[in-house]
């Protein structure tokens, strides 16, 4: 909230007391910021910088990553971020800004931002939110954002909250979903990703089969998981997991219950699975 800067190694573009700005490479940064929002690749400006002999404050050599890393850092354009995370200043929605000399405007460095499919920079989930940048490695699995939790509440209904991907604890589970809203429902990552797949493979109602190319690509590995994603989409709106039952390391799919689209949505969403190549149809 006070705007100091981090600790830990000089921060690319300043000098060492992390407030004033080194003037060559502040000059650098900003050229690669305007040169970037102007279209060039990160590796092309990370090879300028090589050409240049310029290398990293821990004496690295730049790489597009890097590059990347330096230019879209919220520090640029003056603001104070938090693991990755931007905080207003409380009461307003102005984000914290840093007591060090900005090198670009926030508009540029929006823009710059911009050009790469970066997480916002602002909190989502309160605190604990994730780094943007670790967001964007986390590759998504085929079932995050489709299963809800089948715990029974006090009132004897179904809990029916989103299930999240989370770490595992086990080389067989390395991931897990977990029900956000009560927590009393887990399964393993791969055994519900598995049930998915058997379900939409061997389970599926007349309506709601994929037609043979659909299976062929999928079986054949030409799908990416987005594709998957929307391809499940389509046939189904949701999948109900039954808590597992403590202290049994069998993996039981029939944990996983399918609820099928009916025929009506299927029939009209199956308009939009012919173009699947082309990304039709939102993600969540
Ligand atoms: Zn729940």
């Keep these: 909230m006070e705007g100091v800067p981090h600790s830990g190694p000089r921060p690319f573009g300043w000098q060492e007391d992390r407030i004033t700005l080194h003037p060559h490479e502040a000059a650098l940064v900003r050229q690669a910021i305007s040169d970037r929002i102007g279209g060039k690749a990160a590796r ?52 914290v800004s840093g007591q060090w000399v900005p090198i670009v405007t926030p508009e540029q460095w929006q823009a710059v931002r911009a050009t ?12 604990g939110a994730p780094r943007s940048t670790a967001e964007k490695a986390k590759p998504r699995t085929i079932g995050s954002g489709l299963l809800r939790c089948g715990a029974e509440r006090s009132d004897g209904t179904e809990c029916r909250g989103a299930m999240s991907r989370q770490k595992g604890r ?27 797949e058997r379900l939409l493979f061997s389970a ?4 709601a089969s994929l ?11 030409d799908m990416g998981v987005e594709e998957k994603r929307r391809t499940i989409r389509s046939v189904l709106t949701c999948c109900v997991v039954r808590p597992g039952v403590k202290g049994n390391p069998s993996w039981d799919h029939a944990r996983v219950r399918p609820e099928w689209r009916s025929a009506a949505r ?19």
């Design 170 to 196: 086990s080389k067989r589970s390395p991931y897990v979903y977990t029900c956000r809203s009560c927590r009393r429902c887990s399964i393993s990552g791969p055994l519900a990703d598995e049930a998915l």
């Design 116 to 127: 790469f499919s970066l997480g916002g920079p602002y909190p989502r989930g309160g605190s």
């Design 204 to 207: 599926a109602p007349v309506h």
């Design 44 to 95: 092309a400006i990370a090879r300028d910088w090589c050409e240049l002999g310029v290398s990293g404050t821990r004496g690295g050599r730049p790489n597009a990553q890097t590059v990347t890393q330096i230019i879209t850092a919220p520090r640029v354009c003056g603001y104070r971020a938090n693991r990755g995370v931007l905080m207003p200043v409380p009461g307003t929605t102005e984000p």
């Design 211 to 221: 037609p043979e190319s659909v299976r062929r690509r999928w079986r054949d590995g």
């Design 266 to 284: 299927a029939e009209a969403s199956a308009v939009d699975r012919e173009p699947f190549r082309h990304g039709v149809g939102g993600s969540p």
